[in-house]
């Protein structure tokens, strides 16, 4: 069942918590979707776990009321939804952006959480780019917003990604919208230079999986403490095109996390 609360600018924010068991797990997306991306999670972790889905302002359920669509303030909605629910034992799992989002929830919750899980957030580390690259990547996306992000859409897919999915992802992120979109868009690609000083600050167990592909360089993230989990076959959507095998893989990413932190039965 969809729940609600207010954010610290007064923005509705839609979550859903289903399960119960310890650790909590918070499920946030990527890049113009929502908690309905994570459904073929639910049912596998919630037989043991707690399992929260957050809509982050902009997106699905939630408010669009926000002036600025930013990475901290993403991070401030997720922090929001487990602090209000007494939520102490946390593993928080971040897609793409919603990797760069639980960094940040990570620096509000402090204790509460015990390890963090990337899932295609980033191949190789540090990132570098500036301000102007950036803008020229997001010049084709302010041209035509729907156009460019169902091109950009269909190439983050592996080689057996049914076409339909595609499609259908394409078609429902570039319907999202648009000022959230850019804004959302130019905050997570001028994130990444700022992520080894966070992963620092943070010094907590990060676990990623990635698609086994050339683009992930393991040694770079090795580097920073980060272990690799390598997924074949898959692209940037590994818990869509094919949720059976993603869901083992989160499991065992879970399970290490699990065994190293002490609090969790």
Known sequence: MTQFVLSTDGTRIAYELIGAGRPALVLVYGWSCDRTYWNAQLESLSRDFTVVTVDLAGHGESGCGREAWSIAAFGSDVALVVTLNGL???????????????????????????????????????????????????????????EETQRFVRTMFGVDADPSLVERIARDMSAAPVDVALGAMEAAWSFGPAVPALLSELRLPLIAINPNNSSTNVDSLHSYGIDVQLMPRVGHFPMLENPHAFNLQLLGAIKVLVERDGRSA
């Open 88 to 146: 102490e034992d946390v593993v928080l799992v971040g897609h793409s952006m919603g990797g760069d989002v639980i960094l940040e929830a990570a620096r509000r919750l402090s204790t509460r959480v015990g390890g963090l899980i990337w899932v295609d957030t980033y191949s190789a580390l540090p990132e570098t780019g500036s301000s102007e690259d950036v803008q020229r990547r997001m010049g084709p996306f302010r041209a035509n917003f729907a």
